[in-house]
């Protein structure tokens, strides 16, 4: 490390929530950006994963917009600024004056920074509608609704660092940080491993996370392979299992009775719910040996300090809420919250989603999570802001798709790819391709959702500019720009002021640069109040930082919950089935997950040389007796259906899958699962089931075309 070019920027990996260091060292040549180690970076330590060594990749990419773009005709021109920013102003002023301001959608991003979706979220409400969302609809949606109205916040309750040190047990469910948070998985969880903790796995595939702790053969390793949309069943084998042992064994610590009584509220409930729960029906239906079950259960309740880690096989589900406050059940009855070692975590799957939520860029809440419908707390910020907020909930940003051509006429999006994000994706297109009356895209690239956009507005990359993104822990980190690449592209935040100044009179969006957003940022967001550009450093800051001064909390609920009244609610849940389940016209579970070496749509990642040679197109794992059944040989073309479309990959033969399941990515534009996966909702943090859906093979089809990572159309 001691080679490294003093000259390198700091700044944070783009990619995944784990938030890692790095540095960018400009090259030889105009906008060549080349990677180093950062060796002493707060959070990974100098190590990085593929997609982070790789990220440099896609800064000058061949495909970058460089020019502002307007359709005519069915065709881009190139524009000037000025007139391009006239279309987007003009047709947002005629959309609000026709159809009210809930005519428009406004989507932030989670590859964006703090101070953008502060932004954007803001011109969303000075427009009049609080219709603002980003992509954490689409993964931890229901995770943020249950910790926020169960325990208080929408976030990991610990830090990476307390659970590595102090955790005995890592109840991992539906979640792979092997392949979705490497350096987490390696410097975190492993560690802690190495030092003896136990890892229970509960999740349909197997997959590098259990593999890489290299404890198969032992007592400290458990996978609970269950079928896709079981876990209520599994979790309440677990909590029938604890409450049955401690009416057995009284003293022998299966519930924290003090915890319980002092700090939590609806045991009774739980009881009660499953008085009369058959626990040998349930691991049935789980498709898990119940003695493992009643095992796991025992290894956790057994634990000085066990950690719950939650992911997307979790939340996407039209249960997910329920399946996150059964994990919520489990932490309270056994006192597992409060102190180092223990909680309940979601892993945050892209590098800004905590933060995007946290300034507020979704339908409900305002920075800080504070309830758009909550008086008080409107308004505080309207004091600030000096205009007006609605008071009502908007729209998620699935919902605002569904209502284009009804209610929704024009949609704002920043750095957001819904075409290859949105479930159903087939329906998805139509709709914005057919019923939108505009739409203003500003992106990096050429994405599928840019090229049905009115006015494309090129914007800058994550290594142009500076600004601050949230890890999954809740640390604020500062993001540090080397220079721009293209002289006609604009900053996000530069985009966004001039829209909101050109559509509004008065200085509301008079911003001399990120830290001036950011300072405004804190006097409405109470949990980042006491942060500064200067404290946050080059360590950065876990929230909540109420005054300047504080270090931030590495974990949360010491001694209190942050609800109304203190306690942690406890709410017995019961079984619901994926709303759509196999059938003899399409007998198979399709479920879906990301790739080590891909991220999110591919945007990014499908244009890394690196990257793409990992994995250039999309396959589908089948059973092996699946396999037989339908006479597919390992590496065969296959189509794969649904009643919303079908795709053709690759299939791969492996007993990682359950027979009956089939498991397929969302990566990749030629053939992405989302143009399979169900667009039904949770009703109550509006997730869409990504994780469960009915499916069918077919085979002897020709061989599928090439995905190239680096067309203008990917």
């Not at 020019?67 to 920013?85: H, N, Q, S, V, Y």
């Not at 219709?131 to 609704?145: E, G």
């Not at 909390?553 to 209190?560: A, C, Q, R, T």
């Amino acid at each position: 490390m001691s080679s490294e070019p003093d000259d390198a920027t700091k700044t944070i990996c783009p990619y995944c929530g784990v938030g890692c260091g790095i540095r960018v060292l400009e090259g030889g040549e105009p906008g060549e950006m080349r990677f180093m180690p950062w060796a002493d970076a707060p959070v990974n330590e100098g190590s990085v994963c593929i997609k982070g060594g790789a990220a440099t990749q896609v800064v000058d990419h061949e495909d970058r917009l460089t020019e502002p773009l307007i359709k005519e005709d069915g065709e881009f021109r190139e524009a000037t600024w000025e007139e391009a920013l006239d279309r987007v102003v003009d047709e947002m002023g005629s959309i609000r004056e026709q159809h009210g301001p809930d005519g428009m959608g406004f989507f932030g991003s989670s590859k964006t920074f703090n101070e953008e979706n502060y932004l954007i979220q803001k011109l969303a409400r000075r427009y009049g509608t609080n219709q603002v969302d980003n992509c954490t609809r689409m993964c931890h949606a229901s995770t943020v609704w249950a910790l926020r109205t169960s325990l208080g916040m929408g976030a990991m309750t610990n830090s990476m660092a307390d659970l590595e040190d102090s955790a005995d047990v890592l109840w991992i469910q539906g979640a792979n940080p092997g392949e979705q948070h490497p350096i987490a998985n390696s410097q975190y969880f492993r560690q802690a491993v190495l030092e003896g903790a136990t890892v229970i796995q509960v999740d349909p595939h197997a997959n590098k996370t259990t593999r890489s702790f290299e404890i198969d053969d032992t007592d400290r390793h458990m996978h609970l392979q269950l079928k896709p949309g079981t876990d209520i069943p599994l979790l309440n084998i677990v909590l029938k299992t604890i409450l049955e042992r401690h009416e057995e064994e009284p003293d022998a610590g299966w519930i924290d009775e003090a915890f319980v009584e002092e700090r939590t509220k609806g045991f009774d409930h739980l009881k009660e719910t499953l008085a009369d729960f058959d626990k040998e029906a349930a691991a049935e239906e789980c498709g898990v040996p119940l003695e493992d079950i009643e095992l796991a259960a025992e290894k956790y309740a057994m634990a000085n300090d066990a950690a719950i880690f939650t992911g997307m096989g979790m939340s996407q589900h039209t249960c997910g809420v329920d399946n996150v406050q059964n994990e919520i059940n489990l932490a309270l009855i056994t006192g597992n919250l409060g102190r180092p070692g223990t909680g309940v975590n979601p892993l945050r799957g892209q590098n800004n989603v905590q933060g995007t939520c946290d300034v507020g860029a979704m339908p409900n809440v305002l920075p800080g999570y504070q309830l758009v419908d909550d008086d008080e707390a409107r308004e505080s910020v309207e004091d600030v802001w000096g205009f007006e907020i609605p008071d009502e909930p908007g729209l998620t940003n699935v919902e605002i798709s569904h209502a284009i051509g009804d209610t929704v006429h024009g949609l704002y999006v920043m750095g957001e790819n819904p075409i290859m994000s949105e479930p159903d994706g087939n329906e998805t297109e139509k709709r914005f391709r057919e019923e939108l009356d505009f739409m203003v895209v500003q992106d990096i690239f050429m994405t599928e959702t840019a090229e049905l956009a009115d006015v494309v507005l090129p914007a800058t990359t994550w290594a142009e500019r500076d600004g601050t993104v949230t890890n999954t822990d809740r640390r604020v980190q500062r993001m540090r720009g080397v220079h721009k690449v293209h002289e006609n592209t604009r900053h996000d935040l530069d985009i966004l002021c001039e829209v909101g100044t050109r559509l509004f009179d008065g200085d509301e969006f008079d911003f001399e640069g990120p830290e001036d957003v950011f300072e405004e940022l804190r006097e409405v967001c109470p949990i980042m109040h006491g942060m500064t550009y200067d404290a946050l450093g080059e360590t950065g800051i876990h929230w909540p930082c109420y005054e300047e001064g504080d270090e931030g909390d590495s974990f949360l609920y010491e001694d209190e919950f942050e609800t109304d009244d203190g306690l942690g609610r406890i709410e017995g849940v019961v079984h619901q089935e994926p709303k759509e389940v196999p059938d003899e016209e399409y007998p198979l579970v399709l479920t879906t997950a990301r790739l080590e070496e891909h991220y999110n749509t591919g945007t990014m990642s499908r244009r890394s040389p690196t990257l793409s040679k990992q994995h250039p197109e999309n396959f589908v794992d089948v059973h092996p007796n699946d396999a037989e059944r339908y006479g597919i040989e390992d590496g065969d073309d296959v189509t794969l259906k649904s009643r919303r479309g079908e795709i053709t990959v690759r299939a791969d033969v492996t007993e990682d899958i359950k027979e009956g399941v089939v498991w397929t990515t969302p990566h990749f534009a030629a053939a992405s699962a989302n143009r399979l996966t169900n667009d039904v909702l949770d009703e109550r943090a509006k997730i869409p089931e990504y994780k469960a859906a009915a499916a069918e093979i077919e085979v002897g089809i020709e061989a599928a075309g090439d995905d190239s990572p680096a067309s203008a159309d990917d």
